[in-house]
């Protein structure tokens, strides 16, 4: 089974930088996308940001100008560069992907979240 493991969340004072890190493992035959979305505590969970295979990118408008999500194909790898952080940012991160594996079956994977406190 495909996994994706996050890393990089943390405590940052409002302002500051935090970069996320995303990568695939597993049977993987190809990639279509992958996005990062977060839940905040009391809130529905929301899409921040998506990289598809051919580099395209969406943004929440929350979040434009401020993060930037970035893609290496060959590591099955996503980064969510996040500057000008705000406490309204603070939530469970969690990277998705949409992964057709070596059987050609299409499926949806989460990561495990990670956690991103922004303080005032």
């Known amino acids: 089974q495909v996994q994706l493991v996050e890393s990089g969340g943390g405590l940052v004072q409002a302002g500051g930088s935090l970069r996320l890190s995303c990568a695939a493992s597993?049977?993987?035959?190809?990639?279509?996308?992958m996005p990062w979305y977060r839940q905040a505590p009391g809130k529905q969970r929301e899409l921040v940001a998506a990289?598809?295979?051919?580099?395209?990118?969406n943004y929440a408008d929350s979040v434009k100008g401020r993060f930037t999500i970035s893609g290496d194909n060959a590591k099955n790898s996503a980064y969510l560069q996040m500057n000008s952080l705000k406490p309204e940012d603070t939530a469970v991160y969690y990277c998705?992907?949409?992964?057709?594996?070596?059987?050609?079956?299409?499926?949806?994977?989460w990561g495990q979240g990670t956690q991103v406190i922004v303080s005032s």
């Open positions: 998705n992907a949409q992964i057709r594996d070596g059987l050609g079956i299409s499926r949806t994977y």
């Open positions: 597993g049977s993987i035959f190809s990639i279509n996308a």
């Open positions: 990289i598809t295979s051919g580099d395209s990118t």
